[in-house]
């Protein structure tokens, strides 16, 4: 019998066994959740995502792939979801002891031998299609539910793109869906952290011209070289808190990537200090649109 551990949780606040399976998706790599059998783990600990959905998904797995009576650990920071833990699992027939700390709620308890609800929890959580979309999704993916704005602006600014391209931080594949309705692009390169989003981006973009990788480009993980262009809408928080850092590690995985002459669009908040590193990278850097709260910068190499 195994543990499983979800996300990175705080390990002073938490413990979990040095050999646990990683399920979290948005760590690469990690084991499927869902593809872990029923009943089959000796404990679970898990750092709850935020949203309500997704939470009681990932909730609702974690006590189905436990054995009966085998021990629950469950936590989230007190204003994303920790006030909620304790009754959520008490739905589940999972009653838990729930522990205030350092801004954290923890909530352990065991798994019952006839939980209640995880059916539902799961099928709501799930993939689904959105028909006002046209898109495959599933709740926990970056704008699971909308076009996001931003990126409903940089399509509305992309002109028509040829040649040899990526999509950093593809999401479901709204821009790289659009881009690939110009035959004159030969390939195209999709990268995301989540495995969810790689996921339905595999159902959305079915042309044979794109690659989908699940991969952290923080990490460096492997783009091609010598692209004609590059997209992005790179994300700019990390475990609930802003990190411009994100953004700016986009945009040199990018400049790494592109040819000489080639051109990366990217769209980021308004907020976002991104034109100094835009500048080290890239020959010129030029703001072709800014409304809405929203900036689209084409920076040439």
Not at 263 to 270: D, E, F, G, R
Request: proline share 7%; glycine share 10%.
């Amino acid at each position: 019998m195994s543990h499983a551990v979800y996300g990175l949780p705080p390990v002073d606040l938490v413990e979990a066994p040095e050999a646990a399976l990683q399920v979290s998706p948005v760590i690469p790599g990690s084991v499927r959740l869902e593809d872990v059998a029923d009943a089959s783990l000796a404990g679970a600990t898990v750092y709850a995502p935020p949203g309500t959905i997704e939470r009681r998904y990932v909730l609702a797995h974690a006590i189905r792939a436990l054995e009966p009576g085998a021990r629950l650990v469950v936590l989230a920071p007190k204003d994303r979801g920790g006030t909620r833990l304790a009754k959520e699992l008490a739905a589940f027939g999972c009653p838990a002891h729930d522990l205030p700390k350092r801004h954290h709620r923890i909530c352990t308890g065991t798994r019952p031998a006839d939980p209640a609800g995880l059916d539902e929890a799961i099928h709501e959580g799930g993939p689904r299609h959105i028909d006002n979309l046209a898109l495959c999704t599933q709740p926990g993916v970056f704008s699971w539910d909308r076009l996001d704005p931003g990126t409903a602006l940089l399509m509305a600014r992309l002109p028509p793109l040829k040649g040899r391209g990526a999509d950093l931080g593809c999401g479901l594949g709204v821009l790289a869906r659009a881009i690939l309705h110009s035959d004159a692009v030969t390939e195209m390169t999709l990268v995301d952290l989540d495995r969810r989003a790689i996921e339905m981006a595999k159902r959305n973009v079915s042309d044979t011209r794109a690659k989908i990788v699940w991969g952290d480009l923080r990490a460096a993980a492997s783009l091609p070289t010598g692209l004609d262009f590059a997209v992005s809408n790179p994300p700019f928080h990390d475990g609930g808190a802003e990190d411009q850092a994100l953004g700016k590690t986009f945009i040199q995985r990018a400049a790494d990537a592109l040819r000489s002459g080639g051109t990366l669009w990217l769209v980021a908040n308004a907020h976002l200090p991104y034109e100094a590193t835009l500048r080290e990278r890239f020959r010129s850097v030029e703001t072709v649109a800014q409304e809405g709260g929203y900036k689209v910068f084409e920076a040439k190499r």
